[in-house]
Each structure stands twice: as structure tokens, then as C-alpha cells.
């Protein structure tokens, strides 16, 4: 069966400094892969998706960037940490050559900027 | 205006009630809806999805989408503590994208 992993689950950054957040798919090949904001009392933001390694989309340009080192691995960096970049952040996948009708979640990380 | 709406409750219930969770949407390009859970602190977890216009059911579950008047519902029968959580709705809006709603929270009382 597949599973999606994120860590950390919960990270306390000061402003200013970086970031990076794990996201690992295991039990599928060429998944495509998300990056999802959740505010509080806000639905879901789609920041960035990927349909393959090194390939990259992004939805809304912000501090923030993705990048697909492996093709079950993704990875949600950023070079200086801002107070709005706080929230709980969500990697998802979808199984490859199917839409986003069935897009699984992980666990998430919160991350609160100081 | 937000593409999808939903009520932020909190909705509150007795145990065994049935429960209508309901959103509206504004456009409808394409035609999948889909309903998730999401329990405090936790990534959500896709219930179900729907194809254009009727109902799904899936156990105590019942989904139904009325395109005419673009409303999106979720039926929750018996409904149980452990039914406690967060409802969001979605709808596709490209082939890769789901816009949300803001999700309703629900509260099933013992």
C-alpha cells in the first residue's frame, strides 16, 4: 500500500531564517506530488505541484520554493522565513496518470514564524 | 467572490442525528466534487468524489451535487462522536487543481 510522509510535524522558525520541509511518497512510482497552505480558517492553497523530477509548478509566487531531488521526494525550502509564512503545510499526491479527483494527504507540518 | 463557499459552523448535533453539510460553488468547468475529512492537527482524508450531477452513497455517507443550482452536499447518517472533525469540500479546477472550501466544523454530541 502507498504512504506519504512529511516531517517535521511541528517547527518553530524565528523570521529571517530558512526553511525546509520533507515530503516522501513509498508504495508508487511517478506519483505526481503537491505542496499545499492551510491558514487558520482558510481552505487549501495550492503552492506548488510536480509531475516529475526536477519538474516544477508553481501557483502563487511568494517566498517560497519546491524542488523534486528523487522521484518520490519533494521538498518545500525557503531562503528567509516571513512572519506570514506561518501555517500548516500539506504534501499530497495523486497516482500517475490519473487526475486530482483522488489526492491523498500526509500528515502535514506546522509551522509557526516567530 | 470565493469559487467555493461553505459555512464555517461549528455545527452541533446529538448522537444518531443526520447531519447536511453543504457547499455552493461558482463555476463549473469541470465536473468532479469531492468531500474530505480532516480531524484536528491532521492532513485531510478524501471521503469521496462525485461525477457531474446525483448522488454517491458510501456506507453512512451520501453525496450529492445539484449542478442547476451548483450546490454540493454531504449526508452524514447515524452520525457518531467519531464523526467529530472538519468537512471540506472541493471541485476540480483543472485536470491538477482542487479549490477548497473553508471547511465546516462539526461537533456530534454523546
Known amino acids: 500500500s502507498q504512504t506519504i510522509h512529511q516531517w517535521p510535524a511541528t517547527l518553530v522558525q524565528p523570521v529571517g531564517s530558512p526553511l525546509s520541509l520533507e515530503c516522501t511518497v513509498e508504495?508508487?512510482?511517478?506519483?505526481?506530488l503537491y505542496w499545499y497552505r492551510q491558514a487558520a480558517g482558510r481552505g487549501l492553497q495550492l503552492l506548488f505541484y510536480?509531475?516529475?523530477?526536477?519538474?516544477i509548478s508553481s501557483e502563487v509566487p511568494q517566498n517560497l520554493s519546491a524542488s523534486r531531488p528523487q522521484d518520490r521526494q519533494f521538498i518545500l525550502s525557503s531562503k528567509k522565513l516571513l512572519l506570514s509564512d506561518s501555517g500548516f503545510y500539506l504534501c499530497?499526491?495523486?497516482?500517475?496518470?490519473?487526475?486530482?479527483?483522488?489526492?491523498?494527504f500526509g500528515e502535514g507540518s506546522r509551522l509557526t514564524v516567530l | 467572490q470565493k469559487e467555493v463557499e461553505q459555512d464555517p459552523g461549528p455545527l452541533s448535533v446529538p448522537e444518531g442525528a443526520i447531519v447536511s453539510l453543504n457547499c455552493t460553488y461558482s463555476?463549473?468547468?469541470?465536473?468532479?466534487f469531492m468531500w474530505y475529512r480532516q480531524y484536528s492537527r491532521k492532513g485531510p482524508e478524501l471521503l469521496m468524489y462525485?461525477?457531474?450531477?446525483g448522488n454517491k452513497e458510501d456506507g453512512r455517507f451520501t453525496a450529492q451535487v445539484d449542478k442547476s443550482s451548483k450546490y454540493i452536499s454531504l449526508f452524514i447518517r447515524d452520525s457518531q462522536p467519531s464523526d467529530s472533525a472538519t468537512y471540506l469540500c472541493?471541485?476540480?479546477?483543472?485536470?491538477?487543481?482542487?479549490?477548497f472550501g473553508s471547511g465546516t466544523r462539526l461537533q456530534v454530541q454523546p
Open positions: 510536480s509531475v516529475g523530477i526536477g519538474q
Open positions: 463555476n463549473s468547468a469541470f465536473q468532479y
Open positions: 499530497a499526491w495523486v497516482r500517475p496518470g490519473t487526475g486530482a479527483e483522488e489526492l491523498f
Open positions: 462525485t461525477y457531474s450531477s
Open positions: 472541493a471541485r476540480m479546477t483543472g485536470r491538477r487543481a482542487l479549490t
Open positions: 508504495g508508487t512510482s511517478n506519483p505526481n
